[in-house]
């Protein structure tokens, strides 16, 4: 007996079925989104919060550290990283450009290839 004929009667490949699931499954995927595109999403979005933090001045930023040491006991290694960072040359900083941070991703959408 073939596999066909021990199918039940109106049994058969039922294309527009299997495309269904198909479409339901991918739907289902892109709500789903990728950890590093998640990441990366945050991590953009930080860039972001911190070029208007610094907008605002040495105040905010210190009220922020001090807010996560406070918050997360972070003491000791706060008080390092900082340090270690206000030894920078600002002049060598500017000059390999990472005094500011990339620009933002674009995407054309719906344009020509």
Request: hydrophobic share 35%.
């Amino acid at each position: 007996m073939s596999p066909e004929t021990a199918r039940p009667a109106g049994w058969g490949p039922n294309r527009a079925g299997l495309d269904d699931l198909r479409v339901a499954a991918e739907s289902e995927a892109s709500l789903i989104q990728n950890p590093s595109h998640t990441q990366a999403q945050r991590r953009l979005r930080r860039q972001r919060h911190v070029e208007q933090i610094h907008r605002l001045g040495a105040r905010v930023i210190f009220e922020l550290v001090d807010e996560l040491d406070r918050h997360h006991g972070l003491g000791d290694d706060l008080d390092r990283r900082p340090e270690r960072y206000a030894a920078l040359d600002d002049r060598l900083v500017a000059a390999v450009g990472a005094d500011r941070f990339l620009a933002s991703p674009q995407r054309v959408v719906g344009g020509q290839p």
